[in-house]
């Protein structure tokens, strides 16, 4: 247990990312009181049933009254009607921040509601699962993973110092980035890959009947693994694609150019041409592991076991 | 253990998947000796170190000799190379078979070789990892997976039910399917996603230097995934796609417009249209875990344990 570095937190939202917030921030002593809210009234119920928050309110601002750290954990588009929501509720000081995968669009719209006195720090644990809802959460999601912190110019370096604390606590290794850089990033990283795991996922949805479940009789061969990609939470990757269309669609024409220039070696009969390509991917792969984003060990897509942070 | 179906099988290539034959051979039984080749010294002399065959020859047509099953584990251009240089060595009434993804081609290069008396069955176990060579085969790799035939017009129905049975003493369910029909199903299932991944980690290898850098950081948010499938063996994946191209540029095509499909809608901000195809993804993913092919179990990419194929 850590000292607590916040005495409130209020969680916003209070799915897979906002329940393991409230959990982690349980395990950890991060905060000594733990409140939320979440849009519908099954969450809340569900919420109450599991017994991971102190109290849950039924509007954000209620929820924020008296809290000194706020984490907005909902669709990226829909951030800023919550921060529009609670802002005559905050309390003088308190720090707002969220979880959203896309920032430039996220201080743009939210940043006007927040009043003096308060602070907004954008943030982005970069840590998931293709499963939802506050069922979903558990403490060490956020383990051993990166989170990003994007300051703007009215971010003061108090709370940017406060929330690096707070994300550490939950076990997260905290890095700042400039919102613009942290957008083109992760559209590469995890925009993109998203998208053409929808797109396969899609295309072999339209295949006709019989082919279809063959596929998915067969899918072990590669194709699973896109499928999980895919399951991802629809609502929430639907804004983050509205919202980081700029960067989004830059790395998605370099990705068609490429495709194009491995589909012309392919229908060409290049044999150097792709070897040479495939070979030159291992390094990436090499890298990751080297960076401790990945074990080397072998996945054979069966007998998971749920890493338990200790590792 | 089951009875011996083979008296003595060869192996010719001992990388992943024939090392694999035979350490799953010698843990099941399902023949009473185990002979092979590899074309590299290196491969040889490391086999030979790991004592998983009773005897490894120089060459694949010593290594046939007196064999009544071979299996030909080799890169599927190379298929038919050595189906002539075995064509002499074969024992009368000798099954072989092979194990490669793509099975039109493989069927049409192979059997002009294969003489009179001797029978010639395409196989694909659909099993792998992204580890090559012999170190990295384990006897549980076909456990609980599909293995298909694609007999021809010249494949007796006695050598397919006993290529049947040693596929079931390794683990797997076996399937039989018209090659064209095999290729289809493959070249989407398996095919596609290799080359949307390696495509997509190559974008990235072009990436400025200090971008790419902090790709490989925040890789855990998707991206991963895709270095993980096109960390593959690159020999293999070349003659894949050589040999596949019909079927694949089919796929490839339909894939492409799709993708403009959604491209297109990220640009025109359609997030009714986006979210509607996110959602109906969610259905495939749902099929694959009922159909037995995954489990629904979170995976964070960490604290893998090998499955002990006893699960």
Redesign the interface.
């Given at each position: 247990m850590s000292a607590p570095i916040f005495n409130r937190i209020a969680l916003i939202g209070l799915g897979l990312i906002g329940s393991s917030i409230a959990r982690g921030v349980r395990a950890c002593g991060a905060a000594t009181e733990i409140v939320g809210t979440a849009r519908s009234t099954a969450t809340r119920g569900r919420v109450v049933e599991l017994g991971i928050l102190d109290q849950v309110f039924d509007t954000p601002g209620e929820a924020v009254k008296g809290a000194d750290l706020v984490v907005i954990c909902v669709p990226v588009r829909t951030t800023s009607a919550i921060a529009e929501a609670i802002a005559s509720d905050l309390a003088p000081g308190a720090i707002v921040t969220d979880v959203g995968?896309v920032k430039q669009s996220v201080i743009r719209d939210v940043e006007p509601h927040i009043p003096d006195g308060c602070v907004f720090v954008g943030g982005h644990p970069?840590?998931?699962?293709?499963?939802s809802g506050p069922d979903?959460g558990f403490a060490e999601?956020f383990y051993?993973?990166?989170c990003?912190l994007t300051p703007s110019e009215k971010s003061t370096p108090d709370a940017v110092k406060k929330l690096s604390a707070f994300w550490q606590a939950l076990g997260s290794n905290v890095?700042t980035m400039a919102p613009d850089?942290h957008d083109?990033?992760?559209a590469?990283?995890?925009?993109?890959?998203?998208?053409?795991?929808?797109?396969?996922?899609?295309?072999?949805?339209?295949?006709e009947t019989d082919?279809r479940s063959?596929?998915?009789?067969?899918?072990?061969?590669?194709?699973?693994?896109?499928?999980?990609?895919?399951?991802?939470d629809?609502?929430m990757?639907?804004?983050i694609?509205?919202a980081n269309?700029d960067a989004?669609?830059e790395?998605?024409g370099?990705?068609?150019e490429?495709?194009s220039t491995?589909?012309r070696a392919?229908?060409r009969?290049e044999?150097e041409k792709?070897?040479e390509?495939?070979?030159?991917?291992?390094?990436?792969?090499r890298?990751?592991i080297e960076?401790g984003?990945?074990?080397a060990?072998?996945?054979?897509?069966?007998?998971?076991?749920?890493?338990?942070g200790e590792?």
């Amino acid at each position: 247990m850590s000292a607590p570095i916040f005495n409130r937190i209020a969680l916003i939202g209070l799915g897979l990312i906002g329940s393991s917030i409230a959990r982690g921030v349980r395990a950890c002593g991060a905060a000594t009181e733990i409140v939320g809210t979440a849009r519908s009234t099954a969450t809340r119920g569900r919420v109450v049933e599991l017994g991971i928050l102190d109290q849950v309110f039924d509007t954000p601002g209620e929820a924020v009254k008296g809290a000194d750290l706020v984490v907005i954990c909902v669709p990226v588009r829909t951030t800023s009607a919550i921060a529009e929501a609670i802002a005559s509720d905050l309390a003088p000081g308190a720090i707002v921040t969220d979880v959203g995968s896309v920032k430039q669009s996220v201080i743009r719209d939210v940043e006007p509601h927040i009043p003096d006195g308060c602070v907004f720090v954008g943030g982005h644990p970069v840590a998931g699962t293709e499963f939802s809802g506050p069922d979903a959460g558990f403490a060490e999601l956020f383990y051993d993973r990166w989170c990003i912190l994007t300051p703007s110019e009215k971010s003061t370096p108090d709370a940017v110092k406060k929330l690096s604390a707070f994300w550490q606590a939950l076990g997260s290794n905290v890095e700042t980035m400039a919102p613009d850089h942290h957008d083109l990033v992760l559209a590469i990283t995890s925009h993109i890959p998203h998208l053409i795991a929808y797109n396969i996922v899609g295309t072999v949805a339209d295949l006709e009947t019989d082919t279809r479940s063959e596929v998915i009789q067969y899918s072990a061969s590669g194709f699973r693994d896109f499928t999980r990609i895919a399951a991802s939470d629809p609502t929430m990757w639907r804004d983050i694609f509205l919202a980081n269309r700029d960067a989004v669609l830059e790395m998605l024409g370099r990705f068609s150019e490429d495709l194009s220039t491995l589909q012309r070696a392919i229908r060409r009969g290049e044999g150097e041409k792709l070897f040479e390509l495939f070979d030159r991917t291992r390094n990436i792969r090499r890298n990751i592991i080297e960076a401790g984003q990945e074990t080397a060990e072998a996945d054979f897509g069966r007998g998971h076991t749920i890493s338990s942070g200790e590792d």
